[in-house]
């Protein structure tokens, strides 16, 4: 069940770079204020990230 959590964009070369692409998704996610928990990544260069991560936990008295 995957869910599109953020989209952002970078400068064309700052794109095909993996470190700074997955840092600029990481803080696209916390600025939404996710709890999610990233266990890994999928870097296409120039096109997409793709994280697989750990179901956001939901907060306390609420059903998932």
Known sequence: N???RARF???SQDA???NKAVAAAKQ???E???QIQIRSHRFVPG???NFV???ESAPMG???
Do not use: F, H
């Open 47 to 49: 096109k997409l990230i």
């Open 2 to 4: 995957g869910k599109l």
């Open 62 to 64: 609420t059903k998932s």
């Open 28 to 30: 696209a996610l916390l």
């Open 16 to 18: 095909r770079d993996e």
């Open 53 to 55: 991560a750990d179901q």
């Open 9 to 11: 964009t970078l400068p």
């Open 32 to 34: 939404r204020g996710s």
